[in-house]
Nanobody
Framework: QLQASGGGLVQAGGSLRLPCTASRFFSSYAMGWFRQAPGKEREFVAAISWGGRDTYYADSVKGRFTISRDNPNLTVYLQMSSLKPEDTAVYFC??????????????????WGQGTLVTVSS
């Protein structure tokens, strides 16, 4: 149902945009991005509400990453700028159907993509 792409190798200070395409029920879900570095737990990166009006970010990416969604084209994007080596991780998109549940807790998300690897070299 969710297909993330756009990962790759980038130098520190560079940019990447990760798209995540979804099914025809896309507008019924809030969307989030999480990441997981080797040996670490999956952590929240960003989320966006159903209509795209509200966005939420982890402190570690605030001001550098931007989440957006294109409902007619069933796609959510994570624009990443000023990348740092500590941003290296597998990035996952996820869909959340329950209104009022936590934006930050991965267990509140119902559907997950397969992940795309982002590697930032120093």
């Amino acid at each position: 149902q969710l297909q993330a792409s756009g990962g790759g190798l980038v130098q520190a200070g560079g940019s990447l945009r990760l798209p995540c395409t979804a099914s025809r029920f896309f507008s019924s879900y809030a969307m989030g991005w999480f990441r997981q570095a080797p040996g670490k737990e999956r952590e929240f990166v960003a989320a966006i509400s159903w209509g795209g009006r509200d966005t939420y970010y982890a402190d570690s990416v605030k001001g550098r990453f931007t989440i957006s969604r294109d409902n007619p084209n069933l796609t959510v994007y994570l624009q990443m700028s000023s990348l740092k080596p500590e941003d290296t991780a597998v990035y996952f998109c996820a869909a959340k159907g329950r209104y009022g549940s936590s934006w930050y807790n991965p267990t509140e998300y119902d559907h997950w993509g397969q992940g795309t690897l982002v590697t930032v070299s120093s």
